[in-house]
C-alpha cells in the first residue's frame, strides 16, 4: 500500500469513528436489566477495528451519499458481530477466554448472562435500524431483510454451525476440501462483509447496478478479509492479534495456509482483493472505500 | 369457563392452526447448514400450544381484519418463543432435559448448535416479517419494532437475566418482593405476549384507539398467563406438563403462589384476566379473543 493510500485510510478513520461512536457506545445505560447491559456494553466497548460499520459508511459515500445516512446500518453490523464473538467464545462453542486483549464475555459475566447479552444485542441491531426515522419506511425494511439473511441460518450462523461440526469431522480423520472451506467462510465471515457494503447502498439510496457492484465487491472483500485472517492466525504473536494464535491448527481447524500453502493463501488474498476493486471503479466516489480495502488486505491483527 | 365459549375456542383453533402450521412447519427445508436446519426444525415442530401466533391472529380479527394478514408476525412470535426455550433449556440457563414431552434441543443437537439454532430462529423472526410483502414497509417496519423492542434487553432477553440473578439471590438467602417478581414476569413473559397482541393489531392496520386497547389487554394477558403458569407448576404433575414441576420452588425460584399463597394467586389469576377481557369490549369483533383469554387462565397445561 502506497503512503497517500495509508493517510487516505487514517484520515477516514479520524473523520468516521467519531460519528460512528458517539452514537454506538451509549446504548445500554439506562433499563430495568442492569447487569444484562452491563455485559453487552462490556463486549461493545472492547474495541475491535470497527471494520464493519467503516466499510458500511464507506460504501453509503462511494455512490454519492453521505456517511450518516448508514449510521443505524453501521451500529447493526457491529450488534450483530458483537453479539456472534460473544457466543463463538462461549465454551460450547471456540472455548475463547481472551478477546481483543481482554476477557472474553462469559468469563466476566457467566455463561448464562453471555448468551443473553448476544441474544439482547442480535435484537437491537434490527430495534436500531427500525427506530431510524431519518430513513424511509422502505429502505428500513429492506436493510432488516439484507441484515437478517446475511446474519441468519443461510449466512453467518449457518457458516457457524458448519465450522463447529467440520472441527468434529477433521477431529475425525475425514478429508476436507477448498470448495467445503470455502462455502464456511462464505456464510461465516463472508454473509455479514458483503451486507455492510451492501447495506452502505441501500441507507444511500443507490442504483440497482451500484447496489449489484457494492454487493460483489462485498462478497470479495468478505472473503479476502478471512483468508488474511487465516494467513495471520498462522504467523502473528499473541500480543498483536489481542487473541489467542496458531489455535486453528492446533485444533485441526481447515485453513487457507494448511490448504495452499502460505505462499499459495497469499497469492489468493491479492488476487481476491483485485477482483472486489474492479467493482469499485464504476462508483462515483470509490477512493475511500478502495483504500480501506487494500488496507485490510494487508492488515497485521 | 362455559361449553360454549370452549366450543369457540375450539373451534377457532381447528380454523387457525392449519393456516399458521402450514407456512410454519415447513421454512428450513434446504440450504447449506443443514444440521443447523435440523436443529430449528427440530424445535419448531415439538409442538406447544401456540398460544402467540393464535393471540396474534385472534386480534387481528378482534379488530375486523383478517387472520392471515397477521400470518408473518404469527410466525415471528413463535419462532422468537421458540429460540428463547432452546437458550433457557441451556445448561447454563434453567439447564432442562425435557421440553414439550421430548428432549431438549441441545440434548440432542449438542449445546453449540443449540445456541446457533436458537439465534438462526431469532434472527428469522425479522427475516419472514420483512419477506412479506403482502404488508406495506411501513407496516412491516413497525412489526419489526414492536417485536424487537419486546425480545430484547428491554422486554424478554431482560427478564430471563433478572430471573438468572434472581435464582442465585435466592440461593444466598436474600429476601425477594411482589413487586421485583412483577417485573421480572412483565419482561420475561409478558413483554411477548403484549406484543403477539399488539402485533396483530399492527398487522390488522388497527386505530390507536384500538392498538392501545389491544396493547393494554395483551400486558394483562401476559400477567395472567405467567400466574397460571407458576401455580400449574405447584400443582400438576409431570406427565400434564410434559416438562418437568415443582421445580420452581426447588430452585428457590420466586412464584406467585409462593408470595401469595395458592388462593392468593387463583384470585389474582381471576382479577388479572378481568381487567383484560374488559379492554377488548370495545373492539367490533372481541369474541374469539375473549373466550381464548378466559381459556388460557384456566388452562390444565
Partial sequence: MTAQANDLVRADL???LPIFEAKYLLPFQSGEAVRLAEAMQYSLEAGGKRVRPVLCMLAAEAIGGRAEAALSCAMALEFI????????????MDDDDLRRGKPTNHVVFGEGQAILAGDGLLTEAFQVI??????????????VAVLAEAAGWRGMVGGQSLDLLGEALTRAGKPHDLEHLQ???????????RASVELGAVAAAATCAQRQALRKAGSLLGLAFQIQDDILDATSSEEEMGKRVGKDEGKGKITYPVLLGLEGARRALNETTERALCQLQSLPNPSSLTAWARFLAQRGN
Fill in 14 to 16: 479520524d473523520r468516521l
Fill in 81 to 92: 458481530h458483537t453479539y456472534s464473538l460473544i457466543h463463538d467464545d462461549l465454551p460450547a
Fill in 130 to 143: 427500525a427506530a431510524d426515522t431519518s430513513l424511509s419506511a422502505e429502505r428500513r425494511i429492506e436493510a
Fill in 183 to 193: 462455502v464456511i467462510h462464505r456464510l461465516k465471515t463472508g454473509a455479514l462483509l
